[in-house]
């Protein structure tokens, strides 16, 4: 599969915004889907509907074995150890609540401390937060400098003897800064500290392999990547997965249920409490082809082109400031222009059929940083070209002509 037709692969640029060609630069808040993601919805619904791991009638099983086979890939694609690691949530939210929860019943206790960082998205603080609040432990963040890193000295400096986990995110969803991953999970594997990644913004972007970086968790968030809505993925190591309690009580997550006993079923079951999302599940398969016939390694290139030709004209825009400086960065350019608001931005700019996002991106302990409310942000995807960029510093002239800037 080439680039240089992809957008075809998109029945979404079929049509018009505003009358213009569709310019979509959202793909960190949720990515466009493939026809043969959108296809095999229908197919499944049409041909092998069912409730799955409960009924044992043909399309039940077929269903079952459909679902379960997207876990294998799954499970390949990220080369997890084994299939029990892999864990069907609803969004990579829902699996570091799972972990917040699970985890922090466990192995929290009042004093402890969890380390979380200053870029995390809203989903890896609340989490967190809760647990500060139930369990009286205490949350500390490790700084962002002012090109939008955190270094290791910086996780040496705030890891304690009281530090029970460290959360972080893999990409910054507003600085795209690629956090250095190996390093910070090598230093706290030497301290026996759990890591958590949330991965949301880096598994699109880049090949994962969990057992070569050696975190304990990874979520994953299928609808940034080109897949369903709806569905998120918790990667756990085995440890993790046999030793942790349930999250959610339901069926489907049992072993026995007597009036004064329950006992649990075995990962993953154990944490799919209820109805599962099926089809979205079923689908998910199709996105890891799309990508894989693409080549996550090609898709980091093609996207590092268009992410460098973009800082460069924006870097010529005097009016631009650009969010953080980080020397590895993916994918996604956020910026302010002074004098005008970022939703004026997004919004004047949805007149030339260009789709960013503006607002602080579930990231205000970041945005007080930075001492502004809000930022606007112009995120990559695969389908997304040098035109489309071109596109975007026009309209942003534009904008400021609008606004006498
Ligand atoms: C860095 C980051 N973490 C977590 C999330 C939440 O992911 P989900 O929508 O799958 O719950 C997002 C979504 O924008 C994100 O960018």
Known sequence: MQFNNIKSKFPIFKQNIKGKPLIYLDSAN?????????????RFYETEFSNVGRSVHTLAVKATNKFEETRDVVKSYINAKHREEI????????????????????????GDEILVTELEHHSNYVPWHY???????????????????????????????????????????????????KKIIDLARTKKIPVLIDGTQGAPHSAIDVQDLGCDFYAISCHKMYGPNGLGILYAKKKWVDEL????????????????????ANSPTKFEAGTMQTAEVVAFAKSIQFIKDLGINNIETHESKILEYGLEKLRKNNSVNII?????????????????????IATILDDDGVAIRAGHHCCQILHDKL????????SIGVYNTKEDIDILCEAIN???????I
Do not use: W
Request: aromatic content about 6%.
């Open 324 to 344: 953080g400086n980080p020397k590895n960065r993916a994918s996604i350019m956020s910026f302010t222009i002074k004098g005008i608001h970022p939703h004026d």
């Open 371 to 378: 001492r502004i409310p809000a930022s606007a942000r112009a």
């Open 131 to 181: 647990l500060r609040e139930k369990k009286g432990a205490k949350i500390k963040f490790a700084s962002v400098d002012e090109n939008g890193e955190i270094g290791i000295d910086e996780f040496k400096k705030q890891i304690s003897n009281k530090t029970k986990i460290i959360a972080l995110t893999h990409i910054s969803n507003v600085t795209g800064t690629v956090m250095p991953l």
């Open 245 to 264: 309690p349930p999250y959610q009580g339901g069926g489907g997550m049992i072993s026995e249920v007597k009036k004064d006993e329950i006992t649990y």
């Open 30 to 42: 949720s990515s466009q889907k493939p026809k043969t993601v959108i296809d095999e919805i229908s």
């Open 87 to 110: 864990i069907f949530t609803k969004g990579a939210t829902e699996a570091i609540n799972l972990v917040a929860n699970s985890f922090g019943e466990r192995f929290i206790k009042s």
């Open 398 to 404: 534009k904008c400021k002509k609008v606004f006498q």
